[in-house]
T-cell receptor, first 114, second 114 residues
Framework: ETGVTQSPTHLIKTRGQQVTLRCSSQ?????VSWYQQALGQGPQFIFQ???????GRGNFPPRFSGLQFPNYSSELNVNALELDDSALYLC?????????????FGPGTRLLVL | AQTVTQSQPEMSVQDAETVTLSCTYD???????LFWYKQPPSRQMILVIR??????QNATENRFSVNFQKAAKSFSLKISDSQLGDTAMYFC???????????FGQGTRLTINP
């Protein structure tokens, strides 16, 4: 167990709806990264949050947005859901010090868009 | 852009055997980190081992060790005395120093048979 938690574990939405996924980082960590993992693929980086600001973004449209709170937990919001958004969404927490920090993953949220 | 390639989609061995998973990567960076993550059917992405590119010594964690060949851009994972609990998807991942984004390979599905 990494100490990173995510909710909910599963979610079913319909196309066009909006969804919010949540992540609590490991104790002592101050950085949260979000990844999308399509079935049978490796995870793809969505964005990272540090000090409550977006700190790096992958190739995802603006309808993917996020927040980080003072307690370092984070939310991923996806607007105008599309069928291709169906995936496992993983968050990872790390402690920013210097260099590159190891990212520790949560159990993921499985999103199905119908 | 960095890329990570895992050329073995699936592997299967008997328990107690030794197995090696292959990973190659492409980068022009000199300072970076490499990881192996394990993702069992429970979906949680678990860190197996980490290697800093500036270290010549290969990383080892109990039954897991790597063969890091920087010039060849190769980073293989060796699992000794394999156990049924090692059954999982294994992902090789790369991150350049100071970056936010982990770049993952496509994964290798490893099955340990009794």
């Amino acid at each position: 167990e990494t100490g990173v938690t995510q909710s909910p574990t599963h979610l079913i939405k319909t196309r066009g709806q909006q969804v919010t996924l949540r992540c609590s980082s490991q104790s002592g960590h101050n950085t949260v990264s979000w990844y999308q993992q399509a079935l049978g693929q490796g995870p793809q980086f969505i964005f990272q949050y540090y000090r409550e600001e977006e700190n790096g973004r992958g190739n995802f449209p603006p309808r993917f947005s996020g927040l980080q709170f003072p307690n370092y937990s984070s939310e991923l919001n996806v607007n105008a859901l599309e069928l291709d958004d169906s995936a496992l969404y993983l968050c990872a927490s790390s402690l920013r010090l210097a260099g590159t920090e190891t990212q520790y993953f949560g159990p993921g949220t499985r999103l199905l868009v119908l | 852009a960095q890329t990570v390639t895992q050329s073995q989609p699936e592997m299967s061995v008997q328990d107690a055997e030794t197995v090696t998973l292959s990973c190659t990567y492409d980068t022009s960076e000199n300072n970076y980190y490499l990881f192996w993550y394990k993702q069992p059917p429970s979906r949680q992405m678990i860190l197996v081992i980490r290697q800093e590119a500036y270290k010549q010594q290969n990383a080892t964690e109990n039954r897991f060790s790597v063969n890091f060949q920087k010039a060849a851009k190769s980073f293989s994972l060796k699992i000794s005395d394999s156990q049924l609990g090692d059954t999982a998807m294994y992902f090789c991942a790369f991150i350049r120093q100071g970056a936010q984004k982990l770049v993952f390979g496509q994964g290798t599905r490893l099955t340990i048979n009794p």
